[in-house]
């Protein structure tokens, strides 16, 4: 086996490292108390809400003219208020009942995986046997149900397509345009990085933030210096450093197999401009259609990572390029009116049919 010298920009090959004072890592010095920058967040999930409850939207029960059943169910119903058995011949049978209404596993054409909340236990229920009961619980209870083919998106699937260096690999290697990029956890060599690309940003892995005391703070994407980049904070986990794009306006592209909905997302204020999450308030949005090029590398892009559905970022620039930001393969789509109607339609369709229809 042969070994490679240690990647060349900076100085990464240091025998000791120098541990960090205060051991902070440099990403979280950007977070924000959410109700700071976000007291629209209920509003959007509601909005979505509003399409996936089949007793407030008929959009989720009626194709085509034809009544759909449709169950709403949160995995954190089970076990407490939730009774599933299932036993396997060729496939997986059994039922799934939660208050006074059963589905019979046999009978599913679809399910929308979205943002369930963790299971429950007994209140007196000991921290080492939740603990076990959860992973008994995601493995069996879930497990069972991954068995099941006709995801809108499996969750191994939705796993997978989170990794956002995949995302960009892959972009790249269809034709997509992609910013310049590092994932490091070396000061000196993010501060090189930026040396040599010009104007940067910092941007988390993931919109999770920082949950501290049961509160949450949010990151968004930052433009950072050379200075800035040699914290030692860098040192105590990844981080991704990519180069600005100038660009006229973003666009957000929701996919349901294979179908394109897409909008230009307008911004009327800096911080919109470098995150149009942290300042929705100033967004107006405007109905758009892909070219040809972009929409074949999509619907390749989706294809080879096994996604039904996905929330595409693009930022168009100054001469009309599309460069490939990142796909949430569990993303919003509802709080944009322009498209939702058209949105849960294709969802609605998507659930009632099987993906081999």
């Excluded at 000061?187 to 690309?197: I, K, L, Q």
Aim: glycine share 6%.
């Amino acid at each position: 086996m042969q070994f490679h010298e240690p990647f060349p920009i900076g100085t990464a090959a240091t025998a000791v490292r120098e541990r960090p004072a205060g051991n902070v890592p440099f990403g979280t010095r950007f977070a924000l108390d959410v109700p700071e920058i976000d007291a629209g967040a209920e509003a959007r999930a509601e909005a979505e809400r509003s399409y996936l409850d089949p007793d407030r939207q008929i959009s989720l029960v009626e194709v085509d003219g034809v009544e759909v059943p449709v169950l709403r169910f949160d995995i954190a119903d089970f076990p407490m208020n939730t009774e599933f058995t299932a036993t396997l011949d060729t496939e997986w049978a059994g039922a799934l009942r939660v208050g006074h209404r059963s589905l019979d596993l046999s009978r599913i054409s679809g399910i929308y995986y979205r943002r369930p909340l963790p299971f429950t236990f007994p209140d007196d229920m000991t921290e080492a046997h939740r603990e076990w009961a959860a992973v008994e619980a995601k493995l069996g209870f879930l497990g069972t149900l991954a068995a099941v083919p006709q995801w809108l998106n499996h969750p191994a699937r939705i796993a997978n397509a989170e990794y956002k260096p995949l995302q960009l690999r892959l972009a790249k290697a269809l034709g997509m345009l992609v910013p310049q990029a590092i994932v490091t956890n070396v000061p000196a060599d993010a501060r090189s990085f930026a040396e040599s690309v010009g104007e940067v940003i910092y941007k988390p892995f993931s919109p999770r933030g920082v949950i501290e005391g049961g509160r949450q703070r949010l990151l968004y994407t930052v433009k950072v210096t050379p200075e800035q980049l040699d914290d030692p904070g860098i040192s105590l986990t990844a981080h991704m450093v990519q180069e600005w794009i100038p660009h006229t306006h973003a666009i957000r592209m929701t996919v349901v197999d294979g179908a394109c909905f897409t909008a230009e997302i307008h911004s009327d204020s800096p911080a919109a401009d470098l995150d149009w999450r942290s300042d929705y308030e100033s967004l107006t949005y405007k109905v758009t259609t892909p070219s040809a090029q972009v929409r074949n590398a999509v619907t390749a892009f989706m294809n080879e990572l096994g996604l039904r559905f996905g929330a595409l970022d693009f930022l168009v620039t100054p001469s009309g390029e599309w460069v490939f930001l990142e796909v949430n393969p569990n993303g919003q789509w509802a709080w944009i009116k322009e498209l939702a109607p058209d949105i849960a339609r294709a969802l609605a369709t998507a659930l009632e049919k099987s993906p081999n229809d």
